[in-house]
């Protein structure tokens, strides 16, 4: 099977501006998972969507947010960026019990 | 929430020789326990998970020890490689039927092996 894939890799934005982060799981997962990763912060849980609906969220603001569609490809979107948001954003998809497993990674740049 | 505090933030070893990285988590409802891997520029990817159920689990030479009553778990790498150069993160969850795994994870071991 294919592996989890997410794109863009990099991005660059700036300040105010949005940003929308697409993960397509390996085929069969319906569970999806968003992580950030920061040099500072670590690893950090952001949401998670089973079957379109979000059954947890982490301790981020409202300015970030997710969805998930019927073939289980999800999306995360990040308004009014600040700098801070300048991270490597991973999305982990899962079935059933088992193991999370981890796409590459999306890049953002926020100048 | 859960809370997982991991040590040492560094690791150095020579090549052969092994290595142990510690976890300690804080919710007793944790009950499954990742470890994943991640070198330089790549994704996490896990090399070993244990659940509650179990106090023990090896995969050649990478063992992992879970002790519930003191809440902490542990990475054993043994005969290390340069090639396991990289940074261990340990994570813990709870899971509950119906509800995917909601990972928290450490703040990470950059281990070095020395040729």
């Known amino acids: 099977k294919a592996g989890v894939t997410q794109t863009p890799r990099y991005l660059i934005k700036t300040r105010g501006q949005q940003v929308t982060l697409s993960c397509s799981p390996i085929?069969?997962?319906?569970?999806v998972s968003w992580y950030q990763q920061t040099p500072g912060q670590g690893l950090q849980f952001l949401f998670e969507?089973?079957?379109?609906?979000?059954?947890n969220k982490g301790n981020f603001p409202g300015r970030f947010s997710g969805r998930q569609f019927s073939n289980s490809r999800s999306e995360m979107n990040v308004s009014t960026l600040e700098l801070g948001d300048s991270a490597l954003y991973l999305c982990?998809?899962?079935?059933?019990?088992?193991?999370?497993?981890f796409g590459p990674g999306t890049r953002l740049t926020v100048l | 929430g859960e809370n997982v505090e991991q040590h040492p933030s560094t690791l150095s070893v020579q090549e052969g020789d092994s290595a142990v990285i510690k976890c300690t988590y804080s919710?007793?409802?944790?009950?499954?326990f990742p470890w994943y891997k991640q070198e330089l520029g790549k994704r996490p990817q896990l090399i070993i998970d244990?659940?509650?159920?179990?106090g023990e689990k090896k995969d050649q030479r990478i063992a992992v020890t879970l002790n519930k009553t003191a809440k902490h778990f542990s990475l054993h790498i043994t005969e290390t490689q340069p090639e396991d150069s990289a940074v261990y993160f340990c994570?813990?969850?709870?899971?509950?039927?119906?509800?995917?795994?909601?990972?928290?994870f450490g703040s990470g071991t950059q281990l070095t092996v020395l040729p």
């Open positions: 919710d007793s409802a944790s009950n499954y």
């Open positions: 982990a998809s899962q079935q059933g019990a088992d193991t999370q497993y």
């Open positions: 085929s069969g997962h319906r569970s």
């Open positions: 244990i659940r509650s159920n179990v």
């Open positions: 994570a813990a969850s709870p899971f509950s039927s119906g509800s995917a795994r909601q990972l928290t």
């Open positions: 969507y089973f079957s379109e609906t979000q059954r």
